[in-house]
């Protein structure tokens, strides 16, 4: 079984930037793609960004792209999720996940097989 532990969620205000980091908690662990969704207040959970575990290729929904970045330092098994330039329309729990099967459904929650337990992430107007 693994775990994903996230963390470096918080409020901050609008224009602010946070970086979240996601561990995988056992050594052996190899995925092929890890990826960030978030949960609005109210709202479904949805994509944000992935990354290839091993090639490093990327991708992110069209509301962030410019303005976060993922990345990946497998010596660590942890996964960054870095948030600039935050609006208000961010504030989200956000979630990591990993796919360690290849499914390579991306960006749809049904591509992973392992989640985290979330972090807020608030921003104020």
């Known amino acids: 079984q693994v775990h994903l532990v996230e963390s470096g969620g918080g409020l901050v205000q609008a224009g602010g930037s946070l970086r979240l980091s996601c561990a995988a908690s056992d050594r052996a662990f190899r995925s092929y793609a890890m990826g960030w969704f978030r949960q609005p207040p109210g709202k479904e959970r949805e994509f944000v960004a992935v990354i290839g575990w091993n090639d490093g290729s990327t991708s992110y929904t069209h509301t962030v792209k410019g303005r976060f970045t993922i990345s990946v330092d497998n010596a660590k098994n942890t996964v960054y999720l870095q948030l600039n330039s935050l609006k208000p329309e961010d504030t989200a729990v956000y979630y990591c996940?990993?796919?360690?099967?290849?499914?390579?459904?991306?960006?749809?929650?049904?591509?992973?097989?392992?989640w985290g337990q979330g972090t807020q992430v608030t921003v104020s107007s």
């Open positions: 996940a990993a796919d360690t099967m290849g499914r390579g459904n991306y960006r749809t929650q049904g591509g992973y097989d392992y």
